[in-house]
């Protein structure tokens, strides 16, 4: 028989894995607890259907809130079915992230219920409105963070998975947008308990778009956030250069800057002139440079700029 061979860089990645893993898991329960159930958002996910749950159950059962519809309970429960289709039909190691994910959230909402723990609670429509901003940011980074490192929160996550594995060439992301788009329009649900006899229809309206407006505020801002940390943190911009001048800007880049060029032959389709082509990448802080070598070097050349995200390699990030 084989011996197990054990490495120790190789045990020090997992545990340092394992441990972001569940301190995202934490703090994503910590900020769902203090910024977005205890003011009634429901920003999409099992998550927002837990805190639809949760918040409807509360003024009239708050026992019952507190222990059935727990949204640590909930979300662990509703998460159970979707969690074995994932062990089932996807990769296996991103169910077990999951799996962890799921459960370290759950267990932190449930005990920072079961101690009392202090919750954010907007009284007025700015309160709300930095309370949304608030959960959507944080999360935003979180999220980000855990889909850069193959993790999930379940639920959604996992349909949008499942959708992409047997139908690669659909637009999975909107079909979670739009699932989760729903969950947030159900939140409105919330304002309709709370309608009375006697209410006017102008309060009656109020009462049932605002949980519906911060929800949707707060998942747009928490998509935003997360994509822009999937993509990457560090923006960098493209100098597309087309000239007739290229050795003389080239060398001017490089000697100047310390850039790298790349120069490819081009034809202009209308004129049928033939011209050459500068690709230059460069960090922000340089872009006033580059265009002044470029006005200096050849006034009359044509040039493009665009973003970079997330540039690696000689003269940026390493890989990893």
């Known amino acids: 028989m084989g011996k197990l061979t054990f490495s120790k860089d190789k045990a020090k990645h997992y545990t340092l894995y394992y ?3 569940v301190v995202l898991a934490f703090l994503r329960a910590l900020v769902a607890y203090v910024f977005i159930i205890s003011n009634g ?7 927002g259907i837990s805190s639809i749950l949760y918040n409807a159950v509360l003024p009239s ?3 019952l809130a507190a222990t059935v519809f727990d949204p640590g309970v909930t979300t662990i429960i509703m998460n159970i079915p979707l969690l074995v289709i994932a062990f089932i039909f996807l990769n296996k190691r991103f169910a077990f992230n999951t799996m962890l994910v799921v459960a370290v959230y759950s267990s932190s909402m449930y005990m920072f219920g079961a101690l009392n723990f202090p919750k954010y609670l907007a009284t007025d429509n ?5 309370s949304a901003l608030a959960g959507g940011v944080i999360n935003g980074v979180i999220f980000g963070l855990m889909l850069r490192n193959n993790m999930s929160m379940g639920g959604t996550d996992i349909i949008g998975k499942l959708i992409y594995k047997h139908n690669p060439g659909m637009e999975t992301h909107w079909i979670i947008f739009g699932l989760d788009f729903v969950i947030a329009i159900a939140s409105g649900t919330l304002g309709i308990l709370k309608l009375e006899k006697g209410i006017g229809a102008s309060e009656g309206l109020t009462l049932v778009f605002t949980p ?3 929800s949707i505020i707060t998942m747009l ?3 935003q956030i997360a994509d822009q940390i999937t993509a990457g943190l560090q923006s960098s911009i493209v100098f597309n250069i087309v000239s007739d001048k290229p050795e003389e800007i080239a060398k001017e880049l490089t000697t100047k800057l310390h850039r790298g060029v790349t120069i490819s032959h081009g034809i202009g389709y209308y004129t049928g002139k033939e011209h050459e082509v500068l690709t230059c990448v460069t960090s922000k802080r340089q872009i006033n440079k580059v265009k002044d070598i470029i006005a200096e070097t050849d006034p009359s050349a044509f040039t493009f700029i665009t973003k970079a995200h997330e540039v690696r390699g000689n003269g940026f990030r390493r890989f990893d």
């Open 212 to 214: 519906i407006i911060f």
């Open 61 to 63: 059962n708050p026992e």
């Open 221 to 223: 801002v928490q998509s």
């Open 41 to 47: 958002f429901a920003p999409g996910g099992v998550g």
């Open 19 to 21: 441990t972001f893993l």
């Open 126 to 130: 700015g309160l709300l409105l930095i």
